[in-house]
Nanobody
Framework: VQLQASGGGFVQAGGSLRLSCAASGRIVSINNMRWYRQAPGKQRELVAAITSGGSTNYADSVKGRFTISRDDAKNTVYLQMNSLKPEDTAVYFC??????????????????WGQGTKVTVSS
């Protein structure tokens, strides 16, 4: 199983970007999907999370501006980012946990990270 993130880029303050993260492999199910970010010189922080039931939570700094969603048919999580600010500049990482088939009729848990996608917001 692996996660592939995409959608980062360069945008002016007030603009929007949409990040995607697709899981691939012999997936049985995906429980929680999350977006984290890490700005230069700072620790990685949780930005948004969504459960298998669709419940969401957000960091206070992005509430009302970012929206996390998922498409289970595509094993994909999205992060719609609106009203971007320079302080949103960071590398964004997706994370997911769930179960996969590691051999016929046998399943294991996974908790994986995507490779990161860079978001730069200019003032």
């Amino acid at each position: 199983v692996q996660l592939q993130a995409s959608g980062g880029g360069f945008v002016q303050a007030g603009g929007s970007l949409r990040l995607s993260c697709a899981a691939s492999g012999r997936i049985v199910s995906i429980n929680n999907m999350r977006w984290y970010r890490q700005a230069p010189g700072k620790q990685r922080e949780l930005v948004a999370a969504i459960t298998s039931g669709g419940s969401t939570n957000y960091a206070d700094s992005v509430k009302g501006r970012f929206t996390i969603s998922r498409d289970d048919a595509k094993n994909t999580v999205y992060l719609q980012m609106n009203s971007l600010k320079p302080e949103d500049t960071a590398v964004y990482f997706c994370n997911a946990d769930g179960r996969y088939w590691y051999e016929t009729l046998r399943r294991r848990d996974f908790n994986l990270w995507g490779q990161g996608t860079k978001v730069t917001v200019s003032s």
